[in-house]
């Protein structure tokens, strides 16, 4: 099992900049290769991105390339998202989601490959 917490979520003016942080605890995190989800009000869940648990590979959504990094800190078990440029359609809950796999460098962007999912934190950008 891998429990997963996030938090670093709140409100902040457009253009500002937040970062959250994702702290996993239980098995091997350095194993499990790491994504962030979106969710806003009456839709549905949605990719952000994602990296491999070597930290070698990464995959961003087209609508936050340039503004959004994530970063992982496996001697902290500690994945982040840091979020610069942000724009009202980034408002949602903000999942952190780990998939296991035995590579190093896997990606994932399907919600379904991820095994655990952290309770979401709230990220809310005024206009």
């Known amino acids: 099992q891998v429990q997963l917490v996030e938090s670093g979520g709140g409100l902040v003016q457009a253009g500002g900049s937040l970062r959250l942080s994702c702290a996993a605890s239980g098995r091997t995190f350095s194993r499990y290769a790491m994504g962030w989800f979106r969710q806003a009000p009456g839709k549905e869940r949605e990719f952000v991105l994602c990296?491999?648990?070597?930290?070698?590979?990464?995959y961003y959504a087209d609508s936050v390339k340039g503004r959004f990094t994530i970063s992982r800190d496996n001697a902290k078990n500690t994945v982040y998202l840091q979020m610069n440029s942000l724009k009202p359609e980034d408002t949602a809950v903000y999942y952190c989601?780990?998939?296991?796999?035995?590579?190093?460098?896997?990606?994932?962007?399907?919600?379904?490959?991820?095994?655990?999912w952290g309770q979401g934190t709230q990220v809310t950008v005024s206009s």
């Open positions: 990296i491999s648990w070597s930290g070698g590979s990464t």
């Open positions: 989601a780990a998939a296991s796999t035995s590579y190093s460098d896997s990606i994932y962007l399907s919600p379904t490959q991820y095994n655990y």
